[in-house]
T-cell receptor, first 112, second 114 residues
Framework: AQSVTQPDIHITVSEGASLELRCNYS??????LFWYVQSPGQGLQLLLK??????LVQGIKGFEAEFKRSQSSFNLRKPSVHWSDAAEYFC??????????FGKGTRLHILP | DGGITQSPKYLFRKEGQNVTLSCEQN?????MYWYRQDPGQGLRLIYY???????QKGDIAEGYSVSREKKESFPLTVTSAQKNPTAFYLC?????????????FGPGTRLTVL
């Protein structure tokens, strides 16, 4: 069965520091992978997506993610975080039938 | 301005009452979805619909019902049979594809049972 694991429930980084959020997936075929961000009390916004091709994907707000098939990972990175990046981040995998499986999320805290 | 609207933003219900959450989209998407979000649980699929007058149960459909009479509308009813309805509910829509489509989300409705 398809699944998505985000090992870190909470991550705290200082403003200006680099960020990496981990995501591992389980899927038998070529995965369709997504990262979404959610501010408190709001809906989800798509940061980036991977369908095929270049394994390094650029997204909005300065985020990028790298697909590594050998490690079944799709980690999200940002070189320098801003206080406005504090939010919850969800990794997700498309199931091939228009449905998406979401991880349980990683809440990012930013220290001033 | 295209997007998804959900109303109300906050909803309070007494135990034993049914309540309907509204979801409307003007993105001309064929597929619509309802998710439930609980702290630390991620998003769980309640119901989804890929075409008008047709819908399928998701992973946690018990105690919920939906209708899809119009392409742009997909209301969710939380019935009294739902044992623990207090949660944040998110509606989403997408075009049809084969797993390679993103879903667009509404702002959510927070339901509290008193």
């Amino acid at each position: 069965a398809q699944s998505v694991t985000q090992p870190d429930i909470h991550i705290t980084v200082s403003e200006g520091a680099s960020l990496e959020l981990r995501c591992n997936y389980s899927y038998g075929a070529t995965p369709y992978l997504f990262w979404y961000v959610q501010s408190p009390g709001q809906g989800l916004q798509l940061l980036l997506k991977y369908f095929s091709g270049d394994t390094l994907v650029q997204g909005i707000k300065g985020f990028e993610a790298e697909f590594k098939r050998s490690q079944s990972s799709f980690n999200l990175r940002k070189p320098s975080v801003h206080w406005s990046d504090a939010a919850e981040y969800f990794c997700a995998v498309g199931r091939g039938d228009d449905k998406i499986i979401f991880g349980k999320g990683t809440r990012l805290h930013i220290l001033p | 301005d295209g997007g998804i609207t959900q109303s109300p933003k906050y909803l309070f219900r007494k135990e034993g009452q049914n309540v309907t959450l509204s979801c409307e989209q003007n993105l001309n998407h064929d597929a619509m979805y309802w998710y439930r979000q609980d702290p630390g649980q991620g998003l769980r699929l309640i119901y989804y619909s890929q075409i008008v007058n047709d819908f399928q149960k998701g992973d946690i459909a018990e105690g919920y019902s939906v209708s899809r009479e119009k392409k742009e509308s997909f209301p969710l009813t939380v019935t009294s049979a739902q044992k623990n309805p207090t949660a944040f509910y998110l509606c989403a829509s997408s075009s049809l594809g084969q797993g390679a489509v993103e879903q667009f989300f509404g702002p959510g409705t927070r339901l509290t049972v008193l």
